[in-house]
Antibody
Framework: QVQLVESGGGVVQPGRSLRLSCAASGFTFSSYGMHWVRQAPGKGLEWVALISYDGSKKSYADSVKGRFTISRDNSNNTLYLQMNSLRDEDSALYYC?????????????WGQGTLVTVSS | QSVLTQPPSVSGAPGQRVTISCTGSSSNIGAGYNVHWYQQLPGTAPKLLIYNNNNRPSGVPDRFSGSKSGTSVSLAITGLQAEDEADYYCQSYDSSLSGWVFGGGTKLTVL
């Protein structure tokens, strides 16, 4: 069965960095686009970033462009999100999500999320 | 303010039919981009409910259906059950933003 397990969240000061990981299993990781989606406490969903199946295409929400970098290691079935220059408004539960196909934007499997809190 | 507009809340009694609307613009739904719907039960990750406007993933009951007209889409839930109480989100691609956008979410209460 498909499993996505995020890790790497925690409490970090504004301006610092954090790297999130998402370990995937139960499907051919290298065949699917992958996304990060976040949800601030008590708020709605916000798409953060996409990486294509082979890592050649990446796109970002305007709110994180230039600060966050999405990457993947297909040999280890792992997705990453490098978050730099963190701001208070980046505090959220970060989900990794599998695209239903290449990059349709339909997320058919989600992890349980890893919580990032940006606070001084 | 979300790019896709949903009502904050809807409610219905068990067995009834409810609909949740999602209104976009010419850069997303109106441009022909597919819309997807997610159900988020309290304290859990979202679950794909409808993809490509009106398709149900395997395992999703046929009580859930999607429709699209112009710059708006709707999610219909028939035969409402207590376990349907959740937050529902629509999602599409926006060409102006060059990324995916979600609606603000609709909280469904089963009376």
């Amino acid at each position: 069965q498909v499993q996505l397990v995020e890790s790497g969240g925690g409490v970090v000061q504004p301006g610092r960095s954090l790297r999130l990981s998402c370990a995937a299993s139960g499907f051919t990781f290298s065949s699917y686009g992958m996304h990060w989606v976040r949800q601030a406490p008590g708020k709605g969903l916000e798409w953060v970033a996409l990486i294509s199946y082979d890592g050649s295409k990446k796109s970002y929400a305007d709110s994180v462009k230039g600060r966050f970098t999405i990457s993947r290691d297909n040999s280890n079935n792992t997705l990453y999100l490098q978050m730099n220059s963190l701001r208070d408004e980046d505090s959220a539960l970060y989900y990794c999500a599998k695209d239903r196909m290449a990059s349709t934007g339909a997320f058919d499997y989600w992890g349980q999320g890893t919580l990032v809190t940006v606070s001084s | 303010q979300s790019v896709l507009t949903q009502p904050p809340s809807v409610s219905g009694a068990p067995g009834q039919r409810v609909t949740i609307s999602c209104t976009g613009s010419s850069s997303n739904i109106g441009a022909g981009y597919n819309v997807h719907w997610y159900q988020q039960l309290p304290g859990t990750a979202p679950k794909l409910l409808i993809y490509n406007n009106n398709n149900r993933p395997s395992g999703v009951p046929d009580r859930f259906s999607g429709s699209k007209s112009g710059t708006s889409v709707s999610l219909a839930i028939t035969g409402l059950q207590a376990e349907d109480e959740a937050d529902y989100y629509c999602q599409s691609y926006d060409s102006s933003l060059s990324g995916w956008v979600f609606g603000g979410g609709t909280k469904l209460t089963v009376l």
